[in-house]
């Protein structure tokens, strides 16, 4: 592995943070306090090519590999995690299972409209009484002539009100048996296709997460993504790289609270010194600095294999699961080092702290993440 940073890593990872600076960080806390999901900024962003990053040129995405793809999430996240989040979401798992699973048809009509931020894309997975348990899911897609009728609930997801096309997974076969669903695409308008409920979040709060409902959904069958029983085949490998995604997610929110954390001890003084020379303070800092630096290896580790094509199974949970619970640990020290202020939302780092927690949970729980671990290494 090469830990030197190319041209191409530098410049998008440039873009990104240039981009963060100038439209999102403005609007932070706004956004934040109002649950408000600023869909404006993705199509800004598409037009910089950070919604399609890994979409071959072929589809009108930037062609680029996961180096780039966790630059941006990265330089993103430190300014806002709610945004580094829906960038995440729409490249990695939508996009990311229509690049992967889907045929030449409907990679011409949809990947374009997916890479340039036209259109914001949703995953449906999980529901109400299946989380982790998704081969027991309740949404079904019976077949009838040459169209799939769709019924049931998805829940926890994100864009689930704005996203103009969303890849859904039904089940087509009986509960918990092997190959008992199918993946769907599904476009915004379609009969029988509504938003539900709209999450009010801890953190993560300019995310949209919400329902997607289905009420005898009917969807032609040129919709369905590969072949009947695949579904949870094609989940399951595109959460491998959506781990990635939300290791550097992770990554970004605690560097960011490091930076700020860092910024405070060296102008926060209390007697007559800044506080950073107090061992207790220092060493925190030390701390802070080599779990990041950890998880940061583990990234490049997964992004490594996935830019090789190699299977990324462990080396994708190894990160999701270090960098989140890094990114947890990293804020509440910050918070710690700001003290009183730090509890205040005047400074940033009350918000990396609630939007860190997230990243435990989504795409796979730390538990679910020591599962995976663990079963590769006693294969």
């Known amino acids: 592995m090469n830990f030197t940073q190319n041209e191409i890593t530098q410049q998008v990872a440039q873009v990104a943070k240039d981009f963060a600076q100038k439209h ?42 996961y ?20 960038l ?18 409907q990679k011409k009509k949809y990947l374009p409209k997916l890479a340039s931020g036209e259109w914001i894309g949703a995953w449906g997975l999980t529901e109400p009484n299946t989380g982790s348990d998704a081969a027991n899911m309740k949404t079904t897609a019976v077949k009838e002539g040459d169209e799939w009728i769709l019924n049931g609930t998805k829940c926890w997801i994100t864009h689930g009100i704005s996203a103009e096309l969303a890849v859904v997974i039904a089940r087509t076969g009986e509960p918990r048996a092997s190959g008992n669903s199918t993946a769907f695409i599904v476009e915004r ?14 953190g993560m709060r300019a ?7 289905f009420d005898n959904c009917r969807i032609p069958d040129t919709n369905r993504i590969g072949e009947v029983g695949d579904g949870f085949r094609q989940a399951l490998k595109i959460l491998d790289g959506g781990r990635i995604s939300i290791a550097a997610l992770a990554l970004g929110i605690a560097k960011g609270a490091y930076e700020a954390a860092l910024k405070y001890s060296q102008e926060r003084y209390q007697f007559d010194q800044p506080i950073a020379n107090f061992q207790g303070i220092s ?28 299977k990324v199974t462990e080396a994708g949970a190894m990160a999701k699961y270090f960098a989140s619970e890094v990114a ?13 202020y730090g509890y205040t939302k005047d400074f940033p780092v009350e918000k990396y702290y609630r939007d860190s927690k997230l990243c435990t949970i989504g795409e796979g729980t730390s538990e679910i993440q020591k599962i995976v671990i663990a079963r590769e290494q006693l294969k």
Not at 42 to 57: Q, S, T
Not at 207 to 213: A, H, L, N
Request: with cysteine; proline share 3%; net charge negative.
């Open 24 to 65: 999102i960080q403005p609007h932070v806390m706004e956004w934040d306090e109002s649950q408000h999901f600023p869909k404006h900024v993705f199509h800004e962003m598409g037009k910089l090519g950070l919604m399609g990053i890994f979409v071959p040129e072929q589809y009108g995405g930037s062609g680029f590999g």
């Open 67 to 86: 180096y780039e793809y966790v630059a941006a999430i990265v330089e993103t996240a430190k300014v806002c995690g709610s945004v580094g989040l829906s």
């Open 88 to 105: 995440a979401a729409h490249n990695s798992l939508c996009t990311g299972h229509m690049l992967y699973c889907a045929n030449e048809d």
């Open 189 to 202: 308008g379609t009969p029988g296709f509504k938003a539900g409920k709209k999450e009010n979040k801890l």
């Open 207 to 213: 995310s949209e997460t919400s329902e997607m409902i």
């Open 283 to 310: 060493f925190k800092l030390a701390d802070m600095a080599t779990e990041i630096a950890a998880a940061e290896l583990l990234i490049f580790k997964a992004a490594d294999l996935k830019n090789r094509g190699e």
């Open 328 to 340: 947890v640990k990293v804020s509440n020290d910050a918070v710690q080092i700001f003290g009183g």
